[in-house]
């Protein structure tokens, strides 16, 4: 089946330092979503990609969708302490049929001090 | 306001009982779901309404059954608690066209499961 894989799996990195997910998807996605999980809640949308190469910005978080559709980043700029929790992206199943929507694996971040 | 809610927050219980989550939402969307996150922090469907109408069904033991007595609610009723049952479940709601998807989706807080 449809498979949705996020790397690195954890990141651990000082506040200030750049961090980078990936994700990859095994089939094309129609779109792409962003969530954020904070430690002990629940996942919350960030942003919705949908045309090929499409780059969007929300302050310090830069999101991208590749060009084949196919693998998406999400990019933070000087980390602070409020970015700690899980990275999820997000794509439709494969032939948009459904609402059915794949998570990827997850990246969780950790910024110490 | 919350826009989706859960209850209960925390569910602990011995294995075998019968168990059951309520969700509501109050965003006029057409659509919820149930998902299930374990310990690895997977985040997996399991069965999805719209209008009231099941939609998805994921590979879910039978022991698992939604009911949408309006598309407001969506609950989750669970038999014969194992222990693999232990996870968080989320419930979501969303806008859709038709069948096809076209926002986002909302979660609820959760409702941590633990089955002892």
């Known amino acids: 089946g449809q498979q949705v894989m996020q790397i690195p799996q954890y990141q651990h990195v000082q506040e200030g330092e750049d961090f980078t997910t990936y994700c990859n998807s095994s089939?094309?996605?129609?779109?792409i979503q962003w969530y954020k999980q904070r430690p002990g809640g629940h996942p919350v949308f960030l942003i919705q990609l949908v045309k090929s190469g499409e780059v969007k910005k929300q302050k310090r978080l830069t999101f991208q969708f590749g060009e084949a559709k196919k693998n998406s980043s999400l990019h933070i700029t000087a980390t602070q302490t409020t970015d700690v929790g899980t990275y999820f992206c997000a794509g439709p199943e494969y032939g948009g049929a459904t609402n059915k929507l794949i998570f990827g694996t997850g990246t969780l971040l950790a910024v110490q001090p | 306001d919350t826009a989706v809610s859960q209850t209960p927050k925390y569910l602990v219980t011995q294995m075998g009982n019968d168990k059951s989550i309520k969700c509501e939402q109050n965003l006029g969307h057409d659509t919820m779901y149930w998902y299930k996150q374990d310990s690895k922090k997977f985040l997996k469907i399991m069965f999805s309404y719209n209008n009231k109408e099941l939609i998805i069904n994921e590979t879910v033991p039978n022991r698992f059954s939604p009911k949408s007595p309006d598309k407001a609610h969506l609950n989750l009723h669970i038999n014969s608690l194992e222990l693999g049952d232990s996870a968080v479940y989320f419930c979501?709601?969303?806008?859709?066209?038709?069948?096809?998807?076209?926002?986002?989706?909302?979660f609820g807080e959760g409702s941590r499961l633990t089955v002892l």
């Open positions: 089939t094309t996605l129609s779109n």
């Open positions: 979501a709601s969303s806008q859709t066209t038709g069948l096809t998807f076209t926002g986002e989706l909302f």
